[in-house]
Antibody, heavy 116, light 106 residues
Framework: AVQLVESGGGLVQPKESLKISCAAS????????MYWVRQAPGKGLEWVAR??????????YYADSVKGRFTISRDDSKSMVYLQMDNLKTEDTAMYYC???????WGQGVMVTVSS | EIVLTQSPTTTAASPGEKVTITCLAS?????MYWYQQKSGASPKLLIY???SLASGVPDRFSGSGSGTSYSLTINTMEAEDAATYYCQQWSSNPLTFGSGTKLEIK
Protein backbone atom coordinates (compact mmCIF):
# COMPACT_ATOMS: atom_id res chain seq x y z
CA ALA A 1 0.00 0.00 0.00
CA VAL A 2 1.09 3.56 -0.70
CA GLN A 3 2.23 5.50 2.35
CA LEU A 4 3.46 9.02 2.86
CA VAL A 5 4.64 9.72 6.40
CA GLU A 6 5.66 13.21 7.43
CA SER A 7 7.88 13.97 10.40
CA GLY A 8 9.91 16.72 12.01
CA GLY A 9 7.28 19.26 12.92
CA GLY A 10 7.19 21.22 16.14
CA LEU A 11 7.20 24.60 17.85
CA VAL A 12 9.80 27.15 16.79
CA GLN A 13 10.30 30.84 17.30
CA PRO A 14 10.05 33.42 14.52
CA LYS A 15 13.17 33.67 12.34
CA GLU A 16 14.23 30.15 13.31
CA SER A 17 14.62 27.19 10.94
CA LEU A 18 13.02 23.77 10.74
CA LYS A 19 13.32 20.84 8.34
CA ILE A 20 10.41 18.49 7.82
CA SER A 21 10.56 15.17 6.04
CA CYS A 22 8.27 12.84 4.16
CA ALA A 23 8.98 9.12 3.77
CA ALA A 24 7.32 7.49 0.78
CA SER A 25 6.64 3.83 0.09
CA UNK A 26 4.45 1.65 -2.07
CA UNK A 27 5.07 3.38 -5.40
CA UNK A 28 7.98 4.24 -7.71
CA UNK A 29 9.07 7.37 -5.88
CA UNK A 30 11.72 8.37 -8.42
CA UNK A 31 9.04 8.68 -11.14
CA UNK A 32 6.79 11.02 -9.15
CA UNK A 33 6.86 14.78 -8.77
CA MET A 34 6.35 15.60 -5.11
CA TYR A 35 4.60 18.49 -3.44
CA TRP A 36 4.21 20.15 -0.08
CA VAL A 37 0.80 21.64 0.72
CA ARG A 38 -0.08 23.43 3.93
CA GLN A 39 -3.23 24.32 5.83
CA ALA A 40 -3.29 27.02 8.48
CA PRO A 41 -5.64 26.34 11.39
CA GLY A 42 -9.23 26.76 10.24
CA LYS A 43 -8.16 27.78 6.74
CA GLY A 44 -8.02 26.26 3.28
CA LEU A 45 -5.30 24.40 1.40
CA GLU A 46 -2.25 26.25 0.06
CA TRP A 47 0.38 24.78 -2.23
CA VAL A 48 3.90 25.47 -0.93
CA ALA A 49 6.51 23.76 -3.11
CA ARG A 50 7.02 21.24 -5.88
CA UNK A 51 9.98 19.17 -7.01
CA UNK A 52 10.09 17.31 -10.28
CA UNK A 53 11.94 14.13 -11.18
CA UNK A 54 15.52 13.45 -12.29
CA UNK A 55 14.67 13.51 -16.04
CA UNK A 56 13.29 17.00 -15.37
CA UNK A 57 16.49 18.01 -13.56
CA UNK A 58 14.78 18.01 -10.17
CA UNK A 59 13.29 21.40 -11.05
CA UNK A 60 11.75 23.18 -8.09
CA TYR A 61 8.89 25.66 -7.78
CA TYR A 62 7.65 27.68 -4.82
CA ALA A 63 4.67 29.73 -3.77
CA ASP A 64 5.48 33.44 -3.61
CA SER A 65 4.77 33.39 0.11
CA VAL A 66 7.75 31.09 0.79
CA LYS A 67 10.12 31.83 -2.09
CA GLY A 68 13.62 32.55 -0.84
CA ARG A 69 12.89 31.07 2.60
CA PHE A 70 11.89 27.44 1.91
CA THR A 71 13.82 24.79 -0.01
CA ILE A 72 12.34 21.53 -1.23
CA SER A 73 14.65 18.59 -1.94
CA ARG A 74 14.45 14.86 -2.47
CA ASP A 75 16.56 11.75 -2.06
CA ASP A 76 15.38 9.11 -4.52
CA SER A 77 17.69 6.50 -2.97
CA LYS A 78 15.77 6.84 0.31
CA SER A 79 12.33 7.71 -1.15
CA MET A 80 12.34 10.88 0.91
CA VAL A 81 11.26 14.45 0.26
CA TYR A 82 12.23 17.32 2.52
CA LEU A 83 11.22 20.91 3.18
CA GLN A 84 13.86 23.13 4.72
CA MET A 85 12.12 26.17 6.21
CA ASP A 86 14.27 29.16 7.14
CA ASN A 87 13.38 32.56 8.57
CA LEU A 88 10.04 31.21 9.72
CA LYS A 89 7.17 33.61 10.30
CA THR A 90 4.08 33.29 12.46
CA GLU A 91 2.00 33.04 9.28
CA ASP A 92 3.83 29.82 8.40
CA THR A 93 2.00 28.09 11.24
CA ALA A 94 0.11 25.25 9.59
CA MET A 95 -0.32 21.55 9.06
CA TYR A 96 2.11 20.55 6.31
CA TYR A 97 1.18 17.68 4.00
CA CYS A 98 3.28 15.95 1.39
CA UNK A 99 1.54 14.61 -1.67
CA UNK A 100 2.55 12.98 -4.93
CA UNK A 101 1.67 14.14 -8.42
CA UNK A 102 -1.99 13.54 -9.20
CA UNK A 103 -3.16 14.12 -5.66
CA UNK A 104 -4.20 10.54 -4.97
CA UNK A 105 -1.82 10.04 -2.05
CA TRP A 106 -1.41 12.33 0.93
CA GLY A 107 0.41 11.98 4.19
CA GLN A 108 -1.23 12.47 7.57
CA GLY A 109 0.44 15.84 7.93
CA VAL A 110 2.89 17.37 10.37
CA MET A 111 2.16 20.46 12.45
CA VAL A 112 4.53 23.40 12.38
CA THR A 113 3.89 26.15 14.91
CA VAL A 114 5.82 29.41 14.76
CA SER A 115 5.37 31.45 17.91
CA SER A 116 7.38 33.43 20.39
CA GLU B 1 -1.80 32.79 -10.95
CA ILE B 2 -5.09 31.08 -11.70
CA VAL B 3 -7.66 31.90 -9.04
CA LEU B 4 -10.35 29.31 -8.35
CA THR B 5 -13.63 30.64 -6.95
CA GLN B 6 -15.92 28.08 -5.34
CA SER B 7 -19.59 28.48 -4.60
CA PRO B 8 -21.38 28.22 -2.38
CA THR B 9 -19.07 28.80 0.57
CA THR B 10 -21.36 26.86 2.86
CA THR B 11 -24.42 24.78 2.17
CA ALA B 12 -26.59 22.13 3.79
CA ALA B 13 -28.50 19.27 2.25
CA SER B 14 -30.96 16.65 3.43
CA PRO B 15 -30.26 12.94 2.95
CA GLY B 16 -31.15 11.97 -0.61
CA GLU B 17 -30.89 15.52 -1.91
CA LYS B 18 -28.74 16.44 -4.91
CA VAL B 19 -25.82 18.80 -4.25
CA THR B 20 -23.80 20.78 -6.79
CA ILE B 21 -20.63 22.74 -6.02
CA THR B 22 -19.15 24.99 -8.68
CA CYS B 23 -15.58 26.14 -9.28
CA LEU B 24 -14.84 29.05 -11.60
CA ALA B 25 -11.27 29.59 -12.83
CA SER B 26 -9.88 33.02 -13.61
CA UNK B 27 -8.28 31.56 -16.76
CA UNK B 28 -8.95 28.42 -18.74
CA UNK B 29 -7.59 25.20 -17.25
CA UNK B 30 -7.38 21.82 -18.91
CA UNK B 31 -8.61 19.78 -15.96
CA MET B 32 -10.02 20.07 -12.48
CA TYR B 33 -9.51 17.93 -9.41
CA TRP B 34 -11.83 17.68 -6.42
CA TYR B 35 -11.00 16.74 -2.83
CA GLN B 36 -13.04 15.96 0.25
CA GLN B 37 -11.65 16.84 3.66
CA LYS B 38 -13.22 15.85 6.94
CA SER B 39 -12.27 17.47 10.22
CA GLY B 40 -8.83 16.43 11.41
CA ALA B 41 -8.10 14.36 8.29
CA SER B 42 -5.98 14.74 5.18
CA PRO B 43 -7.64 15.68 1.90
CA LYS B 44 -9.02 12.75 -0.06
CA LEU B 45 -9.06 12.76 -3.85
CA LEU B 46 -12.59 12.34 -5.23
CA ILE B 47 -12.38 13.35 -8.88
CA TYR B 48 -9.36 13.66 -11.18
CA UNK B 49 -9.07 14.93 -14.73
CA UNK B 50 -12.42 16.73 -14.38
CA UNK B 51 -14.70 13.70 -14.43
CA SER B 52 -12.82 10.52 -13.48
CA LEU B 53 -13.75 8.92 -10.17
CA ALA B 54 -10.83 8.16 -7.88
CA SER B 55 -10.43 4.65 -6.56
CA GLY B 56 -12.98 3.65 -3.93
CA VAL B 57 -15.12 6.78 -4.32
CA PRO B 58 -18.89 6.09 -4.43
CA ASP B 59 -20.48 6.66 -7.81
CA ARG B 60 -22.94 9.18 -6.36
CA PHE B 61 -20.04 11.63 -6.86
CA SER B 62 -19.42 13.03 -10.34
CA GLY B 63 -17.52 15.87 -11.93
CA SER B 64 -17.96 17.87 -15.11
CA GLY B 65 -16.92 21.05 -16.81
CA SER B 66 -14.41 22.62 -19.15
CA GLY B 67 -12.49 25.82 -19.71
CA THR B 68 -13.22 28.07 -16.76
CA SER B 69 -16.30 26.40 -15.28
CA TYR B 70 -16.35 23.11 -13.38
CA SER B 71 -18.69 21.40 -10.98
CA LEU B 72 -18.83 18.57 -8.47
CA THR B 73 -22.18 16.84 -7.98
CA ILE B 74 -23.32 14.52 -5.24
CA ASN B 75 -26.34 12.76 -6.70
CA THR B 76 -27.92 11.69 -3.42
CA MET B 77 -26.57 13.24 -0.24
CA GLU B 78 -25.59 10.91 2.58
CA ALA B 79 -24.66 11.82 6.16
CA GLU B 80 -21.07 10.71 5.59
CA ASP B 81 -20.69 13.30 2.82
CA ALA B 82 -20.68 16.14 5.33
CA ALA B 83 -17.23 17.65 4.82
CA THR B 84 -15.36 20.49 3.15
CA TYR B 85 -14.75 20.18 -0.59
CA TYR B 86 -11.93 21.80 -2.55
CA CYS B 87 -11.28 22.14 -6.26
CA GLN B 88 -7.71 22.26 -7.54
CA GLN B 89 -5.99 22.92 -10.84
CA TRP B 90 -2.70 21.32 -11.81
CA SER B 91 -2.61 22.95 -15.27
CA SER B 92 -0.22 25.78 -14.53
CA ASN B 93 2.21 26.96 -11.89
CA PRO B 94 1.47 27.83 -9.22
CA LEU B 95 -1.02 25.07 -8.68
CA THR B 96 -3.98 26.53 -6.82
CA PHE B 97 -6.93 25.43 -4.72
CA GLY B 98 -10.37 26.86 -4.36
CA SER B 99 -11.25 28.32 -0.98
CA GLY B 100 -13.49 25.41 -0.09
CA THR B 101 -17.19 24.60 0.28
CA LYS B 102 -18.43 23.39 3.62
CA LEU B 103 -21.27 20.90 3.18
CA GLU B 104 -23.43 20.07 6.17
CA ILE B 105 -26.21 17.55 6.63
CA LYS B 106 -29.70 18.87 7.46
Amino acid sequence: AVQLVESGGGLVQPKESLKISCAASGFTFSNAAMYWVRQAPGKGLEWVARIRTKPNNYATYYADSVKGRFTISRDDSKSMVYLQMDNLKTEDTAMYYCTAEGGEYWGQGVMVTVSS
Amino acid sequence: EIVLTQSPTTTAASPGEKVTITCLASSSVSNMYWYQQKSGASPKLLIYSTSSLASGVPDRFSGSGSGTSYSLTINTMEAEDAATYYCQQWSSNPLTFGSGTKLEIK
